[in-house]
């Protein structure tokens, strides 16, 4: 059997959402697995040993004419026995039914219940469906393919197995940025007279960073932190973040870590530089772009404190701790592992200083009780 996932939108947490799907086909049907994707589901996948291909398809969503037919005939080469969709979108539910797929698994629509090539999931039909997380009804379109075979081995799938990976080059990119900024950070708090007693230390220690194998550090809590959200208007003002990150710093041994990509990346240095608090123990890692480096880094962490966008996901898939500001609404279909949220009333242009205070006030209370209840773990930089 011959099964391809086809991703329609250039998304991170929707590309994450796919994960459990795609490891359920896999180790239930035991099908040759294909994802048709773009650049970033390309990269994203990479290492994961339950893909059999990763293609890049270029933008399936905004595709032209010309792109559409290249498309089709890479998605014709495979001959697939079933295609999934990732959207009940009219036009591409036509692009798959005009492909060789025998069957299109999909949402159902009226077009996709006059099709008998299409077996369909009624996900806007019935209430069970309407706060279903995103990866459970992907898993339902898994389950349509043969629901009593899909019935029989999904209680023992171990979804741990489905977590992302990353190559030696990524993992240890990461780490060395880690010490050498970790090592920033001790120096800077070596020098403060308030951090210059009673400080635990270890040596963390890398077999492929030999000038920085003896380093002495502090055994820090590193709490990621993502203000950037492109699609979700639920978050923090700009200035709050910066005044979230200046309080971590002020809880002992918690260094506040932030991933820009170059879109925001100089806006958010020229806030910094402006910003009237202390942020010198902020450790910015400045990514390229590549998808994976930001994996590898957020593997590192003892937490991540962002709002409900991709790299939450990328953390709850990794079993990192997580802490969401959230629309409370937003909890049902794009909700984290750990359900652990501070709500947000509203949209970030509409929310004045008391609230923004307060739920800093709400997100540090919590970040605090994670450490004190050891739910999150110090850094670890080697197993």
């Not at 090539?117 to 339902?140: A, G, Q, S, W």
């Not at 910015?284 to 593997?299: E, G, M, R, S």
Request: proline share 3%; with cysteine.
């Amino acid at each position: 059997m011959i099964v391809g996932l086809v991703c329609y939108k250039k998304e991170l947490g929707a590309s994450i959402g796919y994960i459990k799907a795609l490891f359920s086909l896999k180790k239930i049907y035991q099908c040759k697995l294909i994802v048709f994707g773009n650049s970033m589901t390309h990269n994203l996948f990479r290492y994961c040993e339950y893909i059999d291909e990763s293609l890049d398809l270029g933008d399936l969503e905004n595709g032209m004419m010309q792109n559409q037919k290249l498309q089709l005939e890479i998605i014709n080469q495979y001959h697939c026995d079933y295609l999934i969709a990732s959207t009940a979108i009219k036009t591409h539910i036509r692009f798959l039914l005009s492909s060789n797929a025998r069957y299109i698994i999909c949402a159902t629509k009226l077009l996709t219940l006059l099709s008998y090539r299409c077996k369909t999931v009624p996900i806007y039909f019935f209430n069970k469906y309407r706060n279903m997380r995103h990866e459970d009804i992907m898993l339902h379109f898994v389950r349509r393919i043969k629901p009593k075979v899909f019935d029989v081995h999904i209680a023992s799938l171990d979804f741990k197995d489905s977590m992302l990976h990353v190559g030696e080059t990524y993992k240890t990119r990461a780490q060395e940025f880690l010490l050498q900024s970790l090592e920033s950070v001790r120096i800077h708090l070596a020098k403060s007279p308030k951090h210059s007693q009673n400080r635990d230390t270890t040596v963390l220690t890398n077999s492929h960073l030999p000038h920085l194998k003896s380093m002495q550090t502090i055994n820090p809590y590193l709490i990621m932190i993502n203000p950037f959200n492109v699609n979700n208007l639920f978050s923090l003002t700009m200035p709050y973040w910066l005044k979230l990150m200046e309080k971590i710093t002020q809880i002992p041994q918690c260094i506040p870590l932030v991933v820009t990509y170059p879109q925001v990346h100089k806006d958010f240095m020229e806030k910094i530089n402006h910003y009237e608090g202390n942020l010198s123990s902020l450790i910015v890692f400045a990514n390229n772009d590549d998808i994976l480096n930001l994996v590898a880094i957020i593997k590192e962490m003892s937490c991540l404190i962002s709002p409900s966008t991709g790299s939450i996901h990328v953390a709850s898939n990794l079993h990192i701790p997580t802490l969401g500001l959230y629309a409370e609404w937003d909890t049902g279909r794009w909700g984290t592992r750990d359900n652990r949220y501070v709500f947000i009333p509203d949209i970030k242009d509409k929310l004045d200083s008391y609230t923004q205070e307060k739920i800093i006030t709400q997100v540090l209370d919590i970040l605090k009780s994670m450490i004190e209840s050891k739910a999150i773990d110090s850094i670890k930089i080697i197993d």
